[in-house]
């Protein structure tokens, strides 16, 4: 019956899932582990999880195919369900992906490189690469359902120019120490003179919204 059809194929996938885990920490232990770096484990742990229930929803996905009894109204539903399912399991594995990279990026190449500008960046470009995957599966949500993204963009932008002229005095100290990192004129420990105070301070932090420099007077 299709009944005993579907759960063939559930039981299927579910073991096709436990399979393709087994032979991801077999390759992990044997192969992963001989590398000199973490990249391969960070890329293969991330993507693990994902991959095998991803395998589960698309036997779901087959299983029901094969149900002649579910309504033809339903069918429509149940499609946009396994899109939504896709998407976020995409948005997952992007998203752990993005973390597990920077995490690696953080503690194998930050400390090997002559600069630290990368590690002061990093947190940065995490969370905005973060957002930016965020945006994206929205707008293709969005489309999925027909809804016209172009209007929340036009309001998001608005929003983000109103935004842009009340802050006007807190994104430039955030430019500005943009700046700073980048060219650099100073680091923290150098003894900096300050013209408008008629004085002197040793530099204790540099960030993106303000610098903090310690005066003769505490």
Known sequence: SDLLIAVVILAAAVALSWLIGLAI???VKRYASRTTTRLDDVIIGTVRTPLRIAIVVVGIQFAMSRLSFIPLDWQDGIKDVFFICSLLLIYAAVYLLIGG??????EEVVFNTDTDLDDKFLTF???LSRIIISIIAFIILLGHFGIEPSALVTTL??????????AQETLSDVISGFMIMLDQPFAIGDRVGLQDL?????VVAVGLRSTRILTRDN
């Open 25 to 27: 920490n077999f390759a």
């Open 101 to 106: 990279l920077a995490e690696w990026y953080g």
């Open 125 to 127: 470009f995490r969370a």
């Open 157 to 166: 932008g608005i929003g983000t120019l109103a935004i842009a002229l009340a």
């Open 198 to 202: 008629n004085t002197w301070g040793d």
